[in-house]
């Protein structure tokens, strides 16, 4: 990790520990004081540092409670964060931010540990029948510290962790395909562009373990991740420009929904185009949207754009994206049944680069499926 406030690993949460608060006006900082010594705590000033021990984690959650609800109608703009065992300490936070980062202990663990894994979902070439990339999906890494990826990544927004969990998530990503995929394999590794204040300063980790890890930059696609809203299109143009600097290809995630438009990918002329769930659901019974997936083809060849159909789940859906000249395809329907087995997680790491994917199943059990085409082409 770097040492960017931003990105960097940030002190752990324990049982016991020691807040600083401190704001800008000294009637400020008498005000803190004072509702901590109402309350039963011992708080002591170094400067214009408020330093306060607390004994346990709800303890702690309290007190920051009471702080934030008793002097947010004073007008007083207070900030805080925690010292731990080792006198670590990270930077000082807007009380309502400190609140949403210390609420949750178990997830701040995860992000700050990378206490998580990934599953490969495989992409298919329409064109050679075979498998040409994966993408990888987090997941828990164990039941200890188990969590849904959305609520996670809803957390970090709020804890303002998103840089952290981002740059943990990506670079976890390529390690992990380092040691799965064999060279040639395109690995689909999601990142949120507001965690990307400055390409160039940002994504010197990544590309450092790129380099340590021995992965082609070319094997690499870095796509927007869905649920990010593209408030700055210049500066995403800036990340998609350092990155192919850099030999890595792009994506343009859901499109036809939401904010990821046509006129997006024109702009923005990423490698791949990454189309909806929405619009492949059924397309084989609606004309509307083949007319759709047609105009969003016809435009992407201009660029020379590779399209790829996202969550495929019916026979019919994949003969429609095919008939209609798509490059990719992805979904569950491309996993032959017939050839599931049944594997203990504990052997996860022992199947590499034949083209699993790893689906979770009933308390801790997986279900490796195989791909296997020849029926569906």
Known sequence: MTSCSKCGMIPSLEENGTFLFTAAEAGGRDLIIKHLRDRGAEPEQEGKTIHVPFYSLEEAVRMVDSLEADLKE?????????????????????LAVL???????????IINEGLFTHHMQPIINLHSSEVMGQEFLMRPDSSAYSFYPGELFDYAQKADL?????SQARMSSIEHS??????????FINFLPSSIYDPNHCLKSTFKVVKEHGVDPS??????VETEKIH???HLQNIFKTYQQYGVNVALDDLGSGFATVEMLEQLKPDYGKVDRSLISYCDQNEEKQEKL????????????????EGIERKEELEVVKQLGF?????????????IQWENRSRQQENRKEGYMWLPFLSGIFIRIQIVLTDLF
Do not use: C
Request: charged letters at 25%; aromatic letters at 4%; glycine letters at 6%.
């Open 74 to 94: 004073s007008g007083v703009s207070v900030k805080g964060t925690w010292k731990n065992s080792a006198s670590v300490f990270g930077h000082m936070l807007d």
């Open 99 to 109: 609140k949403v980062r210390i609420s949750k202990p178990s997830y701040l663990k």
């Open 162 to 166: 998103q840089s952290v969990l981002d």
């Open 178 to 187: 380092a040691r799965h995929l064999d060279q040639g394999t395109k690995r």
């Open 219 to 224: 094997d690499l696609v870095f796509e927007v």
């Open 232 to 234: 700055n299109v210049a």
């Open 294 to 309: 047609k105009q969003m083809l016809k435009r992407a060849e201009i660029h020379n754009i590779k399209m790829l159909a």
């Open 327 to 339: 490059d990719l395809a992805q979904g569950i329907i491309l996993a032959d049944r017939r050839i």
